[in-house]
T-cell receptor, first 116, second 113 residues
């Protein structure tokens, strides 16, 4: 089974610029997550999708971050405008959540964003 | 209440030794407790997970011990190997949280040959 695909792997931008990340989850996984992992910390949830609907975006800084999941498959996460504190690894994960039970995430390798 | 506290922050173990990482939680609604292993430049990978109806789960050299009354769980790595050197994260999820995982802060394990 193919894993979770993310691109790009690395991105360096100047503050106030915009950036977008792409994720293709494992086929058949209805649930997709975007996590932010700051260096030396555990991943923090930004947004959770169930098919193409948002389940939880309470931790998403909506003034600058946006995300969508068209047709319940691929997803994009955008930051506009970027701040220095957005420097982090952005991880996408998918999961075959069934009947509310968690059967474990599969993470992609992430996109390392550096804002200068 | 949503926090998962992990310790130690870093750990150095000799090859063949036992590595022990501890986590504590507060939210009694949590009912799924996985451990993830992360190598540099890679995303976290599921290592082993436990649900609160059992007190221990073993898979190869990896064991989770779970203490529901103390709201604590731990990862034991037996016969630690240099290839186990990685960052380990505990996490927790609740039945009413749609699968969302709350992660601990991570433990950087180094196994010396």
């Amino acid at each position: 089974e193919a894993g979770v695909a993310q691109s790009p792997r690395y991105k360096i931008i100047e503050k106030r610029q915009s950036v977008a990340f792409w994720c293709n989850p494992i086929s058949g996984h209805a649930t997709l997550y975007w996590y932010q992992q700051i260096l030396g910390q555990g991943p923090k949830l930004l947004i959770q999708f169930q098919n193409n609907g948002v389940v939880d975006d309470s931790q998403l800084p909506k003034d600058r971050f946006s995300a969508e999941r068209l047709k319940g498959v691929d997803s994009t996460l955008k930051i506009q405008p970027a701040k220095l504190e957005d420097s982090a690894v952005y991880l996408c994960a998918s999961s075959p959540i069934r009947e509310g039970l968690n059967y474990g995430y599969t993470f992609g390798s992430g996109t390392r964003l550096t804002v200068v | 209440q949503q926090q998962v506290k992990q310790s130690p922050q870093s750990l150095i173990v000799q090859k063949g030794g036992i590595s022990i990482i501890n986590c504590a939680y507060e939210n009694t609604a949590f009912d799924y407790f996985p451990w993830y292993q992360q190598f540099p430049g890679k995303g976290p990978a599921l290592l082993i997970a436990i649900r609160p109806d059992v007190s221990e789960k073993k898979e190869g050299r990896f064991t989770i011990s779970f203490n529901k009354s103390a709201k604590q769980f731990s990862l034991h790595i037996m016969d630690s190997q240099p290839g186990d050197s990685a960052t380990y994260f505990c996490a927790a999820s609740g039945w009413n949280q749609g699968g969302k995982l709350i992660f601990g802060q991570g433990t950087e394990l180094s196994v010396k040959p």
